[in-house]
């Protein structure tokens, strides 16, 4: 306030009010300048914000959907085991052979084939070698070749189970709140 009065004694008043409303205008053009440049700022960060959002949203998704296809093919894997093995008590079972070939074993390796980059190498790798030794299950005769097979497949189990645990994280899952 005292350089306005300073001023005004030393300079004439337009000329005073030429340099108010130069200070003036310095002082608007600042705001409309940080006000600009914060909504530029806000939008680009909005922006930026939607696209990690989606991106989440995509990754989730296909983490679900990787959890339910694995999932379905290591229960088609068991339940065609589960079926040799009947087949081997003497229980028959429908739909599981025709000429030959074990009809939901070939639905699993066209699965494992057509979607192989929704899988990840470790889970193809671990399903692919399920389905190979089943077949080999399939096709043993010898009680040895069929125990030694079973010993496999145990540990592909094992393998699998830990990869689910470590990949998706289920066992780290409660009930508690955080």
């Known amino acids: 306030m005292d350089s306005i009065l300073s001023w ?69 894997i068991v339940r065609v085991m589960t079926d040799l093995n009947r087949i081997r008590s003497g229980t028959e079972v429908d739909g599981l052979l025709r000429n030959g070939d074990i009809v939901p074993l070939t639905q699993v390796f066209e699965l494992l084939a057509n979607n192989r980059y929704l899988l990840t190498d470790r889970f193809h790798q671990i399903l692919l070698s399920e389905a190979k030794l089943t077949i080999g299950f399939a096709n043993a005769r010898d009680v040895e070749e069929i125990k030694k097979l079973e010993s496999e497949y145990l540990k592909l189990q094992e393998s699998f189970h830990h990869s689910m645990n470590e990949v998706f994280g289920i066992d780290k899952i409660t009930w508690e709140t955080r």
């Open 8 to 76: 005004i004694t030393k300079y004439s008043p337009p000329i005073v009010l030429l340099i108010a409303l130069g200070a003036v205008l310095v002082f608007l053009l600042k705001n409309v300048t940080e006000k600009v440049i914060s909504a530029q700022f806000d939008q680009y960060k909005k922006e930026v914000d939607l696209r990690l959002q989606r991106r989440s949203n995509f990754e989730e998704r296909i983490l679900l959907d990787r959890y339910m296809f694995v999932r379905d093919i290591q229960t088609r």
